[in-house]
Structure formats: structure tokens, C-alpha cells
């Protein structure tokens, strides 16, 4: 039953993970709220001081006391595990766009799986609204480089740019950051660069050559190889209705030539590339054809490839197909979704982003 609290007896838990910055309520919010005078409940717990612990609802707590409120309605909960403590703030912090560094996420989520909340990747990122493979790039940001986990704290680099360091030696990995600060990579760019110095890295004598300089060479061959060739004209493929396969490929070769030259993108395509990205765990690309056929593209690294297709197929249901282009199983690849009109671009990206 909801009650009312006076609002100097509740605190923040003392299980709510360290890094998080204040959730506070937006200038709107607030003076919706003032208006109103009625603020939704919050959750907590009771201690044994008569006070009360917060579990959820920490923007309407910092709301109550913002509009001086002396009693917020709430409801109190007496058996809480810890472990289910745990969980629900943590998905109170991000239900509320709350920001974390990415590290200090990783290892929170770590945390989590490490003390048995969560029995495994797949059942943490469904309670948490991700994907799998986006709990498992999170994770892997663990055993990356300190000097590279500090520049992602620090917002010089996104976790999209280091994706695919690690796996390298400590001092590979800060090489080829260094390459990315400098150069000002995108994330795309950052990713191609990891690849060509992997292939270096797998040919050349390690003793021969420092990591400095493998990573200077595979800067310098991404340099080479991302000029535009050609005039960068799209010809066209006419989609009428359902795609039989000859036209499917045929779509699926042409957008295939379009995507390797990223042409500029429209502000509003780009931004839905940058929260399909977030939501997915992969970087996203959406090409466009005149005729309103186009595709998602989602970039992959070898064995992570089989995430990907299976993370889009429970997205997509049968709904729309899934295309692998590779070259091999070591390969980078992308794995692409076509649509043959505006309407089935929205569909998918609607999917997407549930």
C-alpha cells in the first residue's frame, strides 16, 4: 500500500553503484509537477534507525525536494534481497538516463553477474533492456589497456572506438588509441585500423617491429584505402513489391558497393544510425536508394558475427530477412537488413529500438 514519507527520511542505498551522477528532474518536470503538487511514488526500504533506504524513484525523490515537499507518497518494501536490491536500482538509474563512464558501468554490471543476481550475460541484458552482445562489448571494455580505460572515462574516446582492442597486448591497445586521439578516427575508422594492424600483427615478426609502428602502418594503409573511388553514383535496382531473390541480391551487391564509400549522411538518418548503434551494441549504417529501397547495416568482427545475426533475428522475428557479406569466418562482415519502401524502414528501425 503507498504511504506517505516525510522526505528528509530517506537516503540513497548504500548499494547503489558508485559513478552514477544524481538523477534530477528537468525544468519542465519540474514545473509540471509544482503545478500539480502530486508527485508519482517512490520504492523503498525501511532500516532499523526508522529511516528508509531508496530503492527506486530517485528523480522524484530529488523532485520532492526541489519543490520543498516535508512527505513524498511511497512505497515501503521489508523483504528485499539484496541481490533484487541490487537490480532494481540499477534499473531505476538507467530507466532515467542516468550516465555512467562506461567503465565504472562494465564494472558494476560485472558485479552484478559476479555475486549471482544475473546467471549469465543473456538473462542480464534482458533485465536490463540490451541486447547480449551489447552486455558483452560492455564487459569487454574490462580488459582493455588502464591508460585506454582512462581515456573512455574521460570521454576522449566512446566505447564504439574501442570495441575490438581487446584481445591485443596492453601496449598494442594504447598504440592504437593514441592513433585514434591523434587522428581524430571515427568509430568506423577506429575499428578498420584495429583490423588492418591484427593482419600486420599476425604476419610480421613481433620482434621486429613495435607496436608504435605496426600502428603507424595500419593508419597510414586505412589512409590509403578510405579515399573514394570512382564517381560514387548509385545506379538503380527497382523493387516492386516482395524482393525474389535475383533483385534480393542484386539490391544486396549494390548497397554493398555503396556502403564501403560512407557518402555524407542526412542529420536526422545519421542520429538514427548513432541510437541503433547504442541500443544494438554494433556500429549501424542505413543506406538509401532513390527508388526508397535501402538497408541497415551493422558491422561486425569475425566470431562475433553468429551474436549479431542471432541478436537481429529474435529482433526481427520472421519478419525480415538476415544477410551475412564476408569473406571468411576471420573476417570483419557486415550483416544486412533490407527494405523496399519508407514503410518497412520504419518497421524495422521501430523493432530495432524497442
Known amino acids: 500500500m503507498c504511504q506517505y514519507l516525510f522526505t528528509d527520511a530517506i537516503a540513497l542505498s548504500c548499494k547503489r553503484p558508485k559513478g552514477y551522477a544524481i538523477v534530477r528532474p528537468s525544468a519542465d518536470e519540474i514545473q509540471i509537477y509544482g503545478q500539480s503538487g502530486i508527485i508519482p511514488p517512490v520504492m523503498v526500504k525501511p532500516t532499523k534507525e526508522n529511516t528508509y533506504t531508496l530503492i527506486q524513484g530517485e528523480k522524484y525523490w530529488m523532485l520532492a525536494q526541489t519543490l520543498q515537499m516535508e512527505q513524498i507518497p511511497a512505497f515501503?518494501?521489508?523483504?528485499?534481497?539484496?541481490?533484487?536490491?541490487?537490480?532494481?536500482?540499477?534499473?531505476?538509474?538507467?530507466?532515467?538516463?542516468?550516465?555512467?563512464?562506461?567503465?565504472?558501468?562494465?564494472?558494476?554490471?560485472?558485479?552484478?553477474?559476479d555475486d549471482g543476481v544475473y546467471k549469465s550475460q543473456a538473462e542480464l541484458a534482458r533485465y536490463l533492456g540490451l541486447h547480449r552482445s551489447a552486455v558483452h562489448h560492455k564487459l569487454q571494455l574490462l580488459k582493455l589497456d588502464p591508460k585506454v580505460k582512462k581515456s573512455l572515462s574521460l570521454n576522449q574516446l566512446t566505447p564504439l572506438h574501442v570495441r575490438t582492442l581487446p584481445g591485443l597486448p596492453a601496449e598494442a591497445q594504447w598504440a592504437l588509441a593514441q592513433c585514434m586521439l591523434s587522428e581524430r578516427l571515427s568509430a568506423h575508422q577506429s575499428n578498420r585500423v584495429v583490423a588492418i594492424y591484427r593482419a600486420n600483427w599476425k604476419q610480421a615478426n613481433v620482434n621486429d617491429f613495435s607496436p608504435d609502428v605496426l600502428a603507424e602502418q595500419a593508419l597510414q594503409a586505412l589512409k590509403k584505402t578510405s579515399a573514394p573511388k570512382g564517381d560514387g553514383k548509385v545506379n538503380s535496382v527497382t523493387v516492386d513489391g516482395d524482393m525474389d531473390e535475383g533483385t534480393y541480391n542484386a539490391l544486396l551487391n549494390l548497397l554493398g558497393s555503396e556502403r564501403k564509400l560512407a557518402p555524407h549522411k542526412d542529420i536526422d538518418v545519421a542520429a538514427l544510425e548513432q541510437n541503433i548503434s547504442d541500443k544494438v551494441g554494433y556500429i549501424c549504417r542505413i543506406q538509401l536508394l532513390p527508388s526508397g529501397a535501402g538497408e541497415y547495416a551493422?558491422?561486425?568482427?569475425?566470431?562475433?558475427?553468429?551474436?549479431?545475426?542471432?541478436?537481429?533475428?529474435?529482433?526481427?522475428?520472421?519478419?525480415?530477412?538476415?544477410?551475412?557479406?564476408e569473406k571468411n569466418k576471420e573476417s570483419n562482415g557486415w550483416a544486412c537488413v533490407l527494405f523496399s519502401n519508407g514503410t518497412e524502414a520504419n518497421d524495422i528501425a521501430d523493432r530495432l529500438l524497442r
Not at 549479431?308 to 520472421?318: A, K, M, T, V, Y
Request: charged share 30%.
Open 76 to 113: 515501503v518494501v521489508s523483504d528485499l534481497r539484496e541481490s533484487d536490491e541490487k537490480s532494481l536500482i540499477m534499473f531505476d538509474l538507467r530507466s532515467h538516463g542516468a550516465k555512467l563512464d562506461p567503465i565504472t558501468e562494465a564494472i558494476s554490471l560485472k558485479q552484478l553477474l
Open 298 to 325: 551493422f558491422r561486425y568482427d569475425g566470431e562475433m558475427g553468429d551474436y549479431l545475426q542471432d541478436d537481429l533475428e529474435i529482433l526481427l522475428g520472421n519478419h525480415y530477412r538476415v544477410s551475412r557479406v
